[in-house]
Nanobody
Framework: QVQLVESGGGLVQAGGSLRLSCAVS????????MGWFRQAPGKERAFVAA????????YYADSVKGRFTISRDNAKNTVYLQMNSLKTEDTAVYYC??????????????????????WGQGTQVTVSS
């Protein structure tokens, strides 16, 4: 069983920064591709970023490219999302997800919610104007 626990959400002013963390249980974390999604009230869950199991491949939604950075520490079983230059439209519940397929590339296929095998419970990010 794989468990994902997000942390680091909160309230921040527009232009500010937050770093989200996702701690993952399981001895084979280093073989999982990891991703971040977000869901705003009344909207569907949307892809934010993904990183391959080695960290050598990353992929971002156009809306966050240049502002957000996904990274991972396989020794700590943790994936991060550094969010800079936050905007009010970034307000959402942020979820991390794991893909256990073992593929070491990420790209457009990661946009699909259905691709991902495990999900965390989410952490709220609120950006005020």
């Amino acid at each position: 069983q794989v468990q994902l626990v997000e942390s680091g959400g909160g309230l921040v002013q527009a232009g500010g920064s937050l770093r989200l963390s996702c701690a993952v249980s399981g001895r084979t974390f280093s073989s999982y591709a990891m991703g971040w999604f977000r869901q705003a009230p009344g909207k569907e869950r949307a892809f934010v970023a993904a990183i391959s199991w080695s960290g050598g491949s990353t992929y971002y939604a156009d809306s966050v490219k240049g502002r957000f950075t996904i990274s991972r520490d396989n020794a700590k079983n943790t994936v991060y999302l550094q969010m800079n230059s936050l905007k009010t439209e970034d307000t959402a519940v942020y979820y991390c997800a794991a893909d256990i397929s073992g593929d070491d590339t990420v790209g457009t296929k990661q946009l699909s919610v259905g691709l991902w095998d495990y999900w965390g419970q989410g952490t709220q990010v609120t950006v005020s104007s």
